[in-house]
C-alpha cells in the first residue's frame, strides 16, 4: 500500500449519518476524510474543487439524488464510490451505476470494512494503471517517435483486471474486532441470521448472510456446497459417495461436509483443485 492517504468525501443529508462514517474512518489511518457534503449541489461543487479519491454518497437526499449527482460529474472527475442508503432495492442500481459497494443503514461494522478491503484493492488497481500509463509515455519518448509499437498497445488496451478479494475477514466479538487471515478459513456454516466461521481450530461467530459472504470470499478458493456451507476448496483432502447423488467431503482437520445434490458440479472443480 502507498503511503498516499485515500482521498474521502462523505455526502449524506444527515449529520448522524456523516459523523457515524468519519468517526469508522478514523480507524484506518490510511483513509483521509477531506469534506463533509450535506446535499448533491455542494458535492458536485466539492468533486470538482477536491477531486477526492473515494466517495461515500448516499443515495436519498433532498433536491439531487446520489445517482444525480454521478450523472453531473465528468468522468475525468468521477471517484470511487461507495453509496449508502437505507433501503436494500437500490443495490442493483448501485452498481449499475459502476459502484464499489453499498452499505445499508444502520451501517453494519463488518460490511463497512468488507467495503474498505474492496476500495483499497480498486486503488492499487488505479494506481498500477497511471504507473503503467507513465511507462508507455516514456517508452515512447526513449524511441523517438512519440508511439508504441502496436501490439504493446494492444496488450496494454486488453489488459485484464483481476477482481480483488479480501485478505482479512474482521470479525466483531465481546472483546473488539478479531482480524481473521482468510486462507485460514477451513469451512463457514449457517445458523440461523449468523454464519459460523472455522479457522485454524477456532469458531467465530459473524452476523452476516451466505450471500454477502460470497461476494467477498475469492471463488478459486472457496465454493458453496449446499445451501448452508461453504468450504475452502484446498481444505478438501477426500469425497466420498452418498445416497441420492450426495457426497461427504472430508478436510484436513477430519470434519466431514455433506455436498448437496444440487451442487454436484462442484465435485469436479474441486477434485481439479486438489
Known amino acids: 500500500m502507498s503511503d498516499q492517504p485515500i482521498r474521502t468525501l462523505i455526502v449524506d443529508d444527515e449529520e448522524l449519518a456523516r459523523r457515524g462514517v468519519e468517526l469508522r474512518l478514523a480507524r484506518h489511518p490510511d483513509i483521509t476524510?477531506?469534506?463533509?457534503?450535506?446535499?448533491?449541489?455542494?458535492?458536485?461543487?466539492?468533486?470538482?474543487?477536491?477531486?477526492?479519491?473515494?466517495?461515500?454518497?448516499?443515495?436519498?437526499?433532498?433536491?439531487?439524488?446520489?445517482?444525480?449527482?454521478?450523472?453531473?460529474?465528468?468522468?475525468?472527475?468521477?471517484?470511487?464510490?461507495?453509496?449508502?442508503?437505507?433501503?436494500?432495492?437500490?443495490?442493483?442500481?448501485?452498481?449499475?451505476?459502476?459502484?464499489?459497494?453499498?452499505?445499508?443503514?444502520?451501517?453494519?461494522?463488518?460490511?463497512?470494512?468488507?467495503?474498505?478491503?474492496?476500495?483499497?484493492?480498486?486503488?492499487?488497481?488505479?494506481?498500477?494503471?497511471?504507473?503503467?500509463?507513465?511507462?508507455?509515455k516514456l517508452l515512447a519518448s526513449t524511441r523517438g517517435t512519440g508511439q508504441v509499437d502496436e501490439q504493446t498497445l494492444r496488450e496494454y488496451l486488453h489488459a485484464e483486471r483481476q477482481p480483488q478479494y479480501p485478505q482479512i475477514l474482521p470479525i466483531r466479538d465481546d472483546a473488539g474486532t478479531v482480524r481473521v487471515d482468510v486462507k485460514s478459513i477451513d469451512w463457514i456454516d449457517a445458523a440461523g441470521d449468523y454464519m459460523c466461521v472455522h479457522a485454524d481450530g477456532r469458531t467465530y461467530v459473524l452476523r452476516e448472510t451466505m450471500k454477502s459472504l460470497e461476494a467477498v470470499l475469492d471463488p478459486k478458493l472457496f465454493q458453496r456446497v449446499h445451501r448452508s456451507t461453504i468450504v475452502n476448496v484446498s481444505r478438501v483432502r477426500r469425497l466420498r459417495p452418498h445416497t441420492n447423488g450426495e457426497y461427504f467431503l472430508t478436510l484436513e482437520d477430519g470434519q466431514e461436509i455433506k455436498l448437496s445434490r444440487s451442487y454436484r458440479d462442484r465435485v469436479d472443480q474441486l477434485l481439479q483443485r486438489r
Open 33 to 136: 476524510v477531506v469534506g463533509h457534503c450535506s446535499n448533491g449541489r455542494e458535492a458536485i461543487e466539492a468533486v470538482v474543487a477536491q477531486r477526492p479519491d473515494l466517495m461515500f454518497l448516499d443515495i436519498q437526499m433532498p433536491g439531487i439524488s446520489g445517482f444525480e449527482v454521478l450523472a453531473r460529474l465528468p468522468q475525468e472527475s468521477l471517484p470511487m464510490v461507495i453509496f449508502v442508503t437505507a433501503y436494500d432495492r437500490y443495490a442493483l442500481d448501485a452498481f449499475e451505476a459502476q459502484a464499489i459497494d453499498y452499505l445499508l443503514k444502520p451501517i453494519n461494522d463488518t460490511r463497512f470494512v468488507q467495503a474498505l478491503d474492496r476500495v483499497r484493492g480498486y486503488w492499487q488497481q488505479k494506481r498500477a494503471l497511471s504507473q503503467r500509463e507513465q511507462l508507455m
